[in-house]
């Protein structure tokens, strides 16, 4: 099977920097994507990575290191509306998604 | 509408019972799915249309079927739902079956007793 690994929990103060890993040891590698879930919602797009180097997105950024097999997802400015599930998600060898088993982010005033 | 529907919302169901799990898009997507997602185990693939008319399986295809009679429904069908299937359904969307981003619907929570 595919093999993603992120963290399963962190917590951090409003205003604040968090970023979050994410490891692969997948069956070829197409892109990452990285999605936002909030607790019983569908997951929504944040970004898309495939080349090396970091695409930065207003508050959100990603980094991509395919020679290491690694990811992360940087938020700045943590808002309260960021408390949320974060999904990294590689695009395999067949082009189909594997996902690892989210962060949880907890956003603390 | 605009995006993906999934219905019913929620369903609590008899083990042994059929079901089926609708999912329309309207955004004229040629590549749609359906994941589970589960308390610690992430999404995972169920099945997969890359065109209608044609489908494909995911990483757990057992004790579910999909159909794909046009390209805007994409029904999943639980034939003798089990326990085990209790979860999470999401279906999404995606233009092509590649590197395009998919687009979730909003989910249908099954429990299975």
């Known amino acids: 099977g595919q093999n993603i690994d992120q963290p399963t929990e962190m917590t951090a103060t409003e205003g604040a920097i968090v970023q979050i890993n994410c490891t692969y040891q997948t069956s070829g590698f197409n892109g990452l994507f990285w999605y936002q879930q909030h607790a019983g919602e569908a997951p929504t797009f944040l970004s898309y990575n495939v080349l090396d180097g970091l695409e930065e997105k207003g508050r959100f950024s990603s980094f991509l290191s395919r020679s290491k097999g690694y990811s992360y997802l940087l938020l700045k400015e943590l808002q309260m509306k960021d408390s949320a599930s974060y999904l990294c998600?590689?695009?395999?060898?067949?082009?189909?998604?594997?996902f690892g088993a989210g962060t949880t982010v907890t956003v603390r005033a | 509408i605009a995006g993906i529907t999934q219905a019913p919302t929620s369903q609590i169901l008899a083990a042994g019972r059929r079901m089926t799990l609708r999912c329309t898009q309207d955004?004229?997507?040629?590549?749609m799915y359906w994941y589970r997602q589960d308390l610690g185990l992430g999404l995972r693939l169920i099945h997969y249309?890359?065109?209608?008319?044609?489908?494909g399986k995911g990483e757990v295809p057992d004790g579910y079927s999909v159909s794909r009679a046009n390209t805007d429904d994409f029904p999943l069908t639980l034939a003798s739902a089990v326990p085990s299937q209790t979860s999470v359904y999401f279906c999404a969307s995606s233009e092509g079956l590649d590197t395009d981003t998919q687009y979730f619907g909003p989910g249908t929570r099954l429990t299975v007793l």
């Open positions: 249309s890359n065109t209608a008319g044609t489908t």
């Open positions: 998600a590689v695009i395999l060898g067949d082009y189909k998604l594997s």
């Open positions: 955004m004229r997507h040629n590549a």
